[in-house]
């Protein structure tokens, strides 16, 4: 007999017998089963008989009861007294023109201090463009490499600045009142004074890799409210032959990032007097992703931006790409310019010299204020 035909007749030897013995376990099983379950509803109705009927009392909660004092903060209204050095830099409204920002001159990076300012600006209902200026571009080997030389005149480098820059956008995102519609395009500033670094290109590309890291972190944390951009105070008077500047631009705009650069400088005595047109016209919407916020502290100022945007649309069919302009007045300071409502009507008075560079008003206004708050309180 072959192993399969003697293991098919092992089995069928094991079946017939264990059947009875199968059944026979079963019925024991049953037995016990219906012995557990008398047992249980004896002993139920035992207890039932024998044991108080329990009453279940509802207890309203200590804080129900007395509810706890919870502290608001008070509304922060868009003026402060004229007493304060700081009374310029609230978000105001410009009467038939943009809301006014505050934008500061840095002067630390301190995460705590940058996270204070920033709720400190959504307290206050800030909407707008909003530029915080670290200062120039340095170069620091043993120090993180590329960053910026602040105005406290202290490296720091581009990590730290991103970081100060999460910190103002969690502080504005966190304070901002839930019901209001303030939101801000918050941009990372430097200038193109006495760049100290090896590569004004690299620079550039840095500074637009940082950007990116920036708006992909509002993207993450759900800060809807603020949105990423860069900036640069350009000045043809700190870099006479352009070449500088030219490289900044061109290495932020290699990235391709789908990040703004707005350019918040001068033009210090206009086309022709330090750069030429082409030049001009390059930094101030020239380079794809460049927007200009110019400076705009008297009417020399604004006539000079109306004319490179005239020249513009004659020579290149354009105007230049205004996205606002900037101030620097403070109520205690009677050197400082222009307030923003006088440099508003200035400049788009001037732009209505030609009808395609004719404006009804300007996206954007903000006023930098020097130097910016170095505590948490906000004071100075």
Not at 1 to 16: E, L, Q
Not at 144 to 153: D, I, L, P, Q, S
Not at 351 to 377: E, W, Y
């Amino acid at each position: 007999m072959g192993r399969t035909a003697h293991a098919a007749a092992k089995s069928r030897c094991y079946g017939r017998a264990a059947f009875p013995l199968e059944i026979g376990v079963i019925l024991r099983k049953c037995w016990y089963a219906c012995a557990l379950v008398g047992v249980a509803l004896t002993s139920s109705g035992l207890t039932a008989a024998l044991l108080p009927r329990e009453r279940v009392v509802v207890v309203a909660s200590a804080a129900a009861e007395k509810p706890r004092h919870v502290v608001l903060p008070k509304r922060v209204s868009g003026s402060t007294p004229r007493r304060r050095p700081h009374a310029s830099l609230a978000a105001t409204h410009i009467r038939h023109g943009p809301t006014v920002t505050p934008s500061l001159y840095e002067r630390t990076t301190s995460p705590s201090i940058l996270r204070a300012q920033g709720c400190r600006s959504g307290k206050a209902r800030t909407s707008g463009l909003v530029f915080l200026d670290f200062g120039k571009l340095a170069y620091r080997p043993r120090r993180g490499g590329y960053g910026t030389v602040t105005f406290a005149n202290s490296f720091s480098n581009n990590r730290s600045i991103r970081w100060a820059m999460r910190s103002y956008a969690r502080g504005y995102s966190e304070c901002v009142p839930k019901h209001s519609r303030a939101e801000i395009v918050l941009a990372m500033g430097t200038s193109n004074f006495d760049q100290d670094v090896p590569s004004t290109y690299a620079a550039g590309r840095l500074w637009a890799r940082e950007t990116v890291r920036f708006g992909a972190y509002l993207r993450i944390h759900h800060f809807d409210r603020v949105t990423a951009a860069a900036g640069d105070d350009v000045e043809p008077a700190w870099d006479r032959g352009f070449r500088r500047t030219y490289d900044f631009f061109r290495g932020f705009g290699s990235v391709h990032s789908g990040y703004l650069l707005y350019n918040y400088g001068s033009l210090d005595g206009g086309v022709g007097h330090i750069w030429k047109l082409r030049q001009a016209y390059y930094v101030a919407g020239g380079m794809h992703a460049a927007r200009a916020v110019p400076e705009i502290y008297n009417h020399a100022m604004a006539m000079q931006w109306a004319e490179l945007s005239r020249l513009s649309v004659r020579r290149y069919g354009k105007p230049i790409k205004l996205a606002g302009l900037m101030t620097q007045h403070h109520h205690h300071c009677h050197m400082c310019g222009f307030t923003a409502a006088e440099a508003h009507r200035a400049l788009v008075r001037e732009l209505a010299k030609h009808p395609k560079t004719k404006v009804r008003m300007l996206a954007a206004a903000t006023n930098i204020g020097s130097p910016a708050p170095v505590s948490t309180t906000g004071r100075p």
